[in-house]
């Protein structure tokens, strides 16, 4: 199965195809913005580099969030109309679920995957080392992002993990060798498995965007711009 994941939803755009045995292609870059302008060149980069065309894919995958308001909606409608203009399924991955998946954990270790979300808070989820979920996604105060963890050894991730190092002086902690940033990789391989458990018909609606905080944004008048008028 040949699956083309992408990833906007926070500071880097990236794109990648895998085959199910390994990575055939893929791209990535820290951009903080021009996601719009740069997402399809890239996809376009990556196929090609893999001798592929969009007729070759199964299935596609990209991230849902958290991650900017405007991000988020660049990468979503992409896949969306890839997907119904293609007839292909799906996969939606968090972006917590994709900077986890590229930490190697002690067995005692406990992972904890956070984004800096800015005004002294970050986007944060604690996974086991196998990476099961152990809390939900959450928008937390850094003080307070102990009272959501077990009392473990920790192995922090992300672009809010130095601040968590700094702010869980009760726990035994280090910060992860691993990219702060989602990679598309990650999402393809984490997309492909739950394809193989699930089957692609589970994939065949659209994913929601995982919106944790409102956006910052207001059109005219106030209204929130996901308020349908």
Known sequence: MIVLA??????????AVHDGEGPLASAFEIRTRGHAEELLPMIETVLAEA???FDDL?????????????????????ARGLALARGLPLVGVTTLEAIAAGVVARED??????????????????????????????LVAVAEVGALLPHRRLLLVGTGAVLLEEAL???ERRLADAPAQPHADAVAQMALKRLAAEGVDAFRVAPAPLYIRAPDAKLPGGRDPDVAI
Do not use: C, M, N, W
């Open 169 to 171: 002086h009760g726990f």
């Open 51 to 53: 001798a592929l065309g």
């Open 6 to 15: 992408f990833d906007t939803a926070q500071g880097a755009l990236s794109a």
């Open 58 to 78: 199964d299935a596609l995958a990209v991230t849902i969030g958290p991650g900017t308001f405007t991000g988020l909606r660049v990468g979503l409608a992409a």
């Open 109 to 138: 270790e406990v992972i904890v995957a956070a984004f800096d979300a800015k005004r002294g808070e970050v986007y944060v989820q604690a996974f086991d080392a196998e990476r099961a979920p152990l809390t939900e996604p959450a």
